[in-house]
C-alpha cells in the first residue's frame, strides 16, 4: 500500500510524475540534505525518472546535478505520492520511490544553479519541506535508522 498525501482538487487532470529522492542524514548530527530552490521551497534532492533510467540512475544524476555530489549505499524506504495542485504550471501526482543513501565525494559544481544544499535538524522537516512525501520519507528513514541502531 502506498503512502498519500494531500488531496486531489475536483475537476483537475493530474499528471503522474515519477520520480526518485535521497534521503541523506550527516553523520555527525541530526540533520537532513535538502536543496532549497530561488522560491524558497525545500526539498529531499531527486526528480523525475527519465524514460529507459531506472529509479537508481536517477537518483545519481538528479542528486549530481543539484549538489555536485556522488551518492551510494541503496537502500529503498518506500514509495509515496503526493497531489500537487499547482497553479501555473499542470497539477501533478507525484509519485516519489525514496532511497536512503550515503553522501560521497563531491565531483563537479551543480549544474542545476537554483539549486542551494542545505542540511535542514530533522525536527524542522514538517515546518521547512513543501511536500507531505518527502516529510513521511524523511521520518521513515529515522525510524529506520533508528531500529538499525538497536540491532547493533
Request: with cysteine.
Given at each position: 500500500?502506498?503512502?498519500?498525501?494531500?488531496?486531489?482538487?475536483?475537476?483537475?487532470?493530474?499528471?503522474?510524475?515519477?520520480?526518485?529522492?535521497?534521503?541523506?542524514?550527516?553523520?555527525e548530527?541530526?540533520?537532513?540534505?535538502?536543496?532549497?530552490?530561488?522560491?524558497?521551497?525545500?526539498?529531499?534532492?531527486g526528480?523525475?525518472?527519465?524514460?529507459?533510467?531506472?529509479e537508481?540512475?536517477?537518483?545519481?544524476?538528479?542528486?549530481?546535478?543539484?549538489?555536485?555530489y556522488?551518492?551510494?549505499?541503496?537502500?529503498?524506504?518506500?514509495?509515496?505520492?503526493?497531489?500537487?495542485?499547482?497553479?501555473?504550471?499542470?497539477?501533478?501526482?507525484?509519485?516519489?520511490?525514496?532511497?536512503?543513501?550515503?553522501?560521497?565525494?563531491?565531483?563537479?559544481?551543480?549544474?542545476?544553479?537554483?539549486?542551494?544544499?542545505?542540511?535542514?535538524?530533522?525536527?524542522?522537516?514538517?515546518?521547512?519541506?513543501?511536500?507531505g512525501?518527502?516529510?513521511?520519507?524523511?521520518?521513515?528513514?529515522?525510524?529506520?535508522?533508528?531500529?538499525?541502531?538497536?540491532?547493533?
Amino acid at each position: 500500500m502506498s503512502n498519500i498525501f494531500g488531496n486531489p482538487k475536483k475537476g483537475l487532470n493530474y499528471k503522474i510524475r515519477k520520480g526518485a529522492y535521497a534521503v541523506i542524514f550527516n553523520p555527525e548530527n541530526e540533520k537532513v540534505l535538502s536543496v532549497q530552490i530561488q522560491s524558497g521551497h525545500y526539498f529531499l534532492p531527486g526528480g523525475g525518472i527519465e524514460k529507459g533510467e531506472s529509479e537508481i540512475e536517477c537518483l545519481k544524476r538528479e542528486v549530481l546535478e543539484e549538489t555536485g555530489y556522488e551518492i551510494s549505499n541503496f537502500f529503498f524506504i518506500g514509495n509515496a505520492k503526493s497531489y500537487l495542485p499547482q497553479i501555473k504550471k499542470r497539477p501533478m501526482l507525484s509519485d516519489g520511490y525514496f532511497y536512503l543513501a550515503d553522501l560521497g565525494d563531491k565531483i563537479q559544481e551543480p549544474t542545476e544553479e537554483d539549486h542551494v544544499i542545505k542540511w535542514i535538524e530533522t525536527e524542522r522537516i514538517a515546518e521547512v519541506f513543501v511536500h507531505g512525501h518527502h516529510i513521511w520519507a524523511v521520518r521513515e528513514g529515522i525510524r529506520y535508522k533508528k531500529q538499525e541502531g538497536e540491532g547493533e
